[in-house]
């Protein structure tokens, strides 16, 4: 059983930057891919970004492109995102997949779920 931790979620202003950080433990079968995904309210669960076992390929949301940013470290077992100029659209709940199938949007394929972190942008 995966047991992953998210933290670096709060409320920032509209321009601002926050960190996000999820470490994973008990990896049971995975595809080492990992990822970002969040909910806003009244809207459905969407994928921001992922990233593969090695870090080569990394996915992003046309929302976010050139604002965000993936990255992992296989030996503390962390996906972070980096999120920069951040504004209220981004406003969500923010759920890591710490373990994925096969790396992509469809949520069938993650098999554990952090337990989200929520993420405030006021104007």
């Known amino acids: 059983q995966v047991q992953a931790v998210e933290s670096g979620g709060g409320s920032v202003q509209a321009g601002g930057s926050l960190r996000l950080s999820c470490a994973a433990s008990?990896?049971?079968?995975?595809?080492?891919?990992m990822g970002w995904f969040r909910q806003a309210p009244g809207k459905e669960r969407e994928g921001v970004a992922l990233?593969?076992?090695?870090?080569?390929?990394?996915y992003y949301a046309d929302s976010v492109k050139g604002r965000f940013t993936i990255s992992r470290d296989n030996n503390k077992n962390t996906v972070y995102l980096q999120m920069n100029s951040l504004n209220p659209e981004d406003t969500a709940m923010y759920y890591c997949?710490?373990?994925?199938?096969?790396?992509?949007?469809?949520?069938?394929?993650?098999?554990?779920w952090g337990q989200g972190t929520q993420v405030t942008v006021s104007s």
């Open positions: 997949a710490a373990e994925m199938r096969a790396c992509g949007l469809n949520m069938r394929w993650v098999t554990n």
């Open positions: 008990g990896y049971t079968y995975s595809s080492g891919c």
């Open positions: 990233i593969n076992q090695n870090g080569l390929w990394k």
